[in-house]
């Protein structure tokens, strides 16, 4: 008997080898992966780098190819992972050499595959040399992802040959109009969809009611018409006949443009519901949460509010919830309006992590959700009267995200026990705070931005801001901060801080230089430090932020030069120097002007800061700011600004708004500005200069007298004087009245 067995193996063994190979992959199913390749490769994309282990060598094992996996037992092709195959960058549009037309005839040999991923591949269209045959005998086949392709719906009509297909994702294509009965008909044993993204209208959904087995359906953000989608715009009502989907776990209706009231009867029947997302509708009327009384599954709620016409109650003293939420997102809902009391329902949740508040007037405290719900991970109560007390706040040990904004928050941040450790995200903006921060913040390596904006908090940066080594945006707006920035003791702080993007200090008491140590971050993006008493020179070390996009240094005490070094920063778009008593470059006699580099220096250039209008010196504002090509809004307006307007100025082609209003500038209004195309606004009043006003040219016809007087030497329109014999001023004094402003 054993020899029995033993030969019957070896005959199977062998029959085995002769149809599978020796190394376990069909070679029916290796050519035709070759074959694609060779596709990838006739499209013009590096078909060799993406897959290099797919090679014409018979000893090859494409079981073992990267993106193929076989069933171990039988050695047949059961999962491919094709997904962007051609390496891009989506961005909403391919241009047409990019696009795929795409021969599913290739797929045919695969009478095994059960999972099929072609997502991101500039797919088009599906074409198909055996008659729309090829896809119908891939009868085993149950999730296919075709996401981020531009498919229209007519491929439905090939997917409906997918009798076994459980899981199907479009999201993110071309399909618009209209879903009949038919093009959703054979979709019998779907159990997800994912039509995310895309230009369906609301006639798509009743004929979606049938697919009984639908487990999660996911309709959000599509569009009607337009371009690139980026919300919904399905209307009307939610149909009555989706209450049919009783297998239903997950329910994605967000970003749409719904405007009726949720019927009860519409949620109340779909007991086994997981996951509801209403969020971003136009809603109206008014939403019980008792709906989801039946709902013992429920884990995940979201319905954030697009206007103020909804309203949610969830205030029923006898109503004891069946489930236990993880997420609840209910901002902007008027919760509970006429008592703006704390909803009930919350006393009985014991597992949230997530959960948003905000912006619902809501009263009360919040003890008892803190004392139950330790895992919390985000909690966001903007803009409400909440009380909550420090002691319980400090035992979140696992919290990450805490929003405590526009509420009536005082005395000092928290208590001497904080202990959020692990918090990254941190918004304590528009409270009543006071004290410091350095006995709390120090124990928070973790955090990454913190908002502070609008408190009356106190005291130094210097002891705990150097611990902040994961520390992207730090915004401290209008508090109490006094600190002497030209101290030795804070240089090398900020350094520390090394992924460092936005550091928002205006409307505080900061004295002294402007910090050099926070011009050692490369990665600084935004340095805000107006209206505070910053005094002395803009650094030349300023070069050292290649990457500062917005620079606003308005209402301090800065004097000096504009160093020409601020016109290397050559990404930055918004620089306001307005309100300080900066002056321009005295150029010496040893100054050589060279039309491509602008000046050069044979000695140092020194300061110019004069009261009179005297000419006698020879000052320029820097021509180099002509540079600062990624510009759109330059403000160098109330300074001590003695000279003419470069005309280099005119190279800002992306300047949206440029103010040099209040200065000592003279000379013309250069007319090369005229080719600014988009400049929106202009200013250049109360300044002494002359000549004639530019050309009413397109953007410059827009600007009216404001944008020049108190300039008595220009003229032309939209100036009342006109142009005629003209000399130009000398030795112009200031009047007292000017004096006595500008000091």
Request: charged content about 15%; aromatic content about 12%; hydrophobic content about 40%.
């Amino acid at each position: 008997m054993d020899w029995f067995l033993a030969k019957i193996f070896f005959l199977g063994f062998v029959v085995s080898l002769q149809i599978h190979g020796f190394y376990g992959c069909f070679e029916e199913e290796r050519l035709a992966l070759l074959d694609f390749k060779a596709f990838v490769h006739s499209n013009g994309d590096d078909a060799d780098l993406l897959l290099p282990s797919w090679i014409r060598d018979r000893s090859s094992d494409c079981c073992r190819w990267e993106r193929v996996t076989c069933n171990s037992t039988t050695g047949h092709v059961i999962k491919l992972f094709l997904n962007d195959t051609k390496q891009i960058t989506f961005d909403g549009y391919y241009e047409d050499t990019c696009v795929w037309y795409l021969n599913v005839s290739q797929f045919q040999p695969f009478k095994e595959l059960i999972s099929l991923n072609l997502s991101y591949n500039a797919t088009a269209e599906f074409i198909d040399n055996e008659d729309s045959k090829s896809f119908s005998k891939l009868n085993k086949l149950e999730h296919l992802d075709l996401s981020w392709n531009l498919l229209d719906k007519q491929v439905l009509k090939v997917l409906g040959k997918f009798s076994a297909l459980k899981s199907l994702d479009l999201h993110n294509n071309f399909m618009a109009g209209q879903l009949s009965e038919q093009d959703l008909g054979n979709f019998n044993s779907l159990e997800v969809l994912d039509l995310n993204i895309n230009y369906f209208t609301r006639s798509i959904l009743p004929n979606i009611g049938h697919l009984s087995s639908l487990r999660d359906l996911s309709v959000s953000k599509n569009q009607l018409n337009g371009s690139l989608p980026t919300h919904n715009f399905f209307q009307g009502t939610l149909p009555p006949c989706l209450s049919n989907l009783s297998s239903l776990r997950l329910l994605d209706f967000s970003a749409n443009h719904f405007s009726v009231e949720i019927s009860s009867s519409l949620v109340s029947g779909m007991t086994s519901l997981k996951y509801i997302n209403l969020s971003h509708n136009l809603f109206k009327g008014l939403f019980f949460l008792s709906s989801f009384s039946n709902h013992s599954r429920l884990k995940m709620v979201q319905i954030v509010n697009e206007n103020d016409n909804y309203e949610v109650d969830a205030n029923y003293s006898s109503w004891v919830p069946p489930f236990k939420l993880k997420d609840l997102l209910l901002p902007h809902y008027n919760l509970n309006k006429l008592s703006n009391t704390i909803p009930t329902f919350l006393f009985y949740q014991h597992e949230l992590r997530i959960l948003d508040l905000s912006y619902n007037n809501l009263i009360g405290r919040l003890d008892w959700l803190l004392n139950n719900n330790t895992r919390l991970e985000f909690l966001s109560s903007r803009n409400n009267s909440f009380i909550v007390p420090k002691e319980l706040v400090a035992n979140l040990v696992i919290l990450q995200t805490l929003k405590l904004s526009g509420n009536r928050f005082h005395g000092q941040i928290f208590s001497a026990h904080f202990n959020l450790i692990l918090i990254q995200f941190l918004h304590l903006e528009n409270n009543q705070f006071t004290g410091s921060l350095s006995n709390v913040i120090l124990r928070i390596s973790q955090l990454a931005v913190l908002d502070i904006n609008n408190n009356n908090i106190s005291g130094g940066i210097t002891t705990w801001m150097g611990n902040m080594i994961h520390l992207r945006t730090l915004t401290m707006r209008n508090n109490q901060f006094f600190v002497d920035l030209s101290w030795r003791y804070l240089r090398g702080l900020i350094p520390t801080c090394l992924e460092l993007q936005g550091f928002y200090l205006q409307g505080n008491k900061f004295i002294g230089s402007i910090l050099e140590s926070i011009l050692n971050s490369s990665t600084l993006s935004i340095l805000d430090t107006r209206d505070n008493n910053l005094s002395g020179k803009i650094p030349d070390s300023i070069t050292s932020l290649p990457n500062l996009q917005v620079l606003l240094l308005k209402g301090n005490h800065l004097s000096g030069a504009i160093p020409i070094q601020l016109c290397q920063l050559n990404q930055t778009g918004f620089m306001d120097l307005s309100n300080n008593f900066l002056s321009c470059i005295l150029l010496g006699q040893y100054a050589v002007y060279d039309p491509n580099d602008g000046f050069k220096y044979e000695n140092d250039a020194t300061d110019f800061l004069t009261k009179s209008k005297s000419r006698s010196y020879e000052v320029e504002i820097p021509h180099e700011l002509g540079k600062l090509c990624q510009i759109y809004a330059l403000n160098l307006s109330h300074n001590q600004l003695a000279s003419s307007i470069p005309r280099t100025l005119s190279n800002l082609r992306q300047v949206e708004s440029l103010d040099l209003f209040y200065n000592d500038l003279t000379g013309e209004i250069p007319p090369e500005l005229t080719d600014l195309h988009f400049l929106k606004f202009f200013n250049v009043a109360y300044n002494n200069l002359s000549g004639t006003v530019p050309a009413i040219k397109p953007q410059f016809g827009t600007f009216d007298k404001s944008s020049y007087e108190g300039n008595p030497f220009l003229c032309g329109l939209p100036l009342v004087k006109s142009c005629g014999a003209y000399v130009a001023p000398q030795n112009l004094q200031a009047s007292s009245s000017d004096e006595d402003e500008r000091n």
